[in-house]
């Protein structure tokens, strides 16, 4: 093995693994239940396949848990994912080339955070919230105004303009943290000229499905993208490698 075998397994758990597993689970995240029927009336109970809500089917408040219990870890994954790729891109290609890779690197810096902020919030402290106060109810030790009061509290807490599940503060800023990680690392790799140019396409596109949500089905198509570019960079670079050393 060599001092390179470390790091080659990291990029593939980062940028094939992970990806993976996120595309699998998020065939599974529904979107579009804030308004109607609102997020505790959706999520407290399971719900088979609706196009209104996208997700292939939800499996009630413990899935909710756990997909954002598997979701964390893996997101961060694909942002160590992405640091690997921007250090791709060495000292020696240029100024204007090391200083978007650290650009880059800073988004994705802010990107783990908040995203992992966002899943805390309003995924696995949500979801077990959910299952705590049916149990509850179901014990007979919250009557049904106490978890109407309950539902009214989180269905607020998921609307709120700072740490609520869409459109607040929080996911806002790890959704375009994403995207800015994804289009500054793809200029850094451009300026290398070591990168072919639809791989770089793919990661923008990427980074924007991503912005766009992480729900079915921009969180399963950002994904595939991901893993899409990531191969086609390596391959590029491996291919090139080889080319070196048939020259020699």
């Known amino acids: 093995m060599t001092n390179n075998t470390p790091k080659k397994v990291l990029w593939w758990l980062c940028l094939l693994v992970a990806p993976a597993v996120l595309i699998a689970i998020e065939l599974f995240h529904p979107a579009g239940f804030t308004q109607n029927p609102g997020m505790y009336e959706y999520l407290y109970k399971p719900e088979p396949y609706n196009p209104q809500f996208s997700a292939l089917g939800y499996f009630g408040p413990q ?15 694909v942002a160590v994912g992405l ?10 290609e240029g100024l204007a080339a090391t200083i978007f890779a650290w ?50 509290v989180l269905n607020r807490t998921w609307t709120d303009a700072w740490v609520g599940g869409v459109g607040s503060f929080i996911s806002l800023t790890g959704s375009w943290a994403v995207f800015a990680s994804a289009l500054l690392l793809a200029i850094a790799l451009f300026l290398t000229e ?19 949500s992480h729900t079915m089905p921009h969180g399963p198509i950002a994904f595939g993208l991901l893993i899409i570019s990531a191969f086609w960079i390596w391959w590029s670079g491996r291919r090139r490698s080889l080319e070196h050393v048939s020259h020699e």
């Not at 899935?63 to 994954?77: A, E, K, N, R």
């Not at 990107?111 to 919030?121: N, R």
């Open 63 to 77: 899935w909710w848990f756990t997909l954002h219990m598997i979701q964390t870890p893996m997101v961060g994954l």
């Open 194 to 212: 070591r990168v072919p140019w639809p791989a770089l396409i793919l990661l923008v596109a990427f980074g924007w499905e991503l912005q766009v």
């Open 83 to 92: 640091w690997l790729l921007a250090d791709k891109v060495a000292s020696s």
């Open 103 to 152: 650009l880059s690197r800073v988004a994705t810096f802010v990107f783990l955070i908040y995203y992992t902020a966002l899943d805390s919030i309003g995924g696995i402290g949500l979801g077990k919230t959910i299952e705590i106060t049916e149990q509850l109810a179901r014990e007979g030790k919250l009557t049904p105004e106490q978890v109407m009061g309950v539902a009214q």
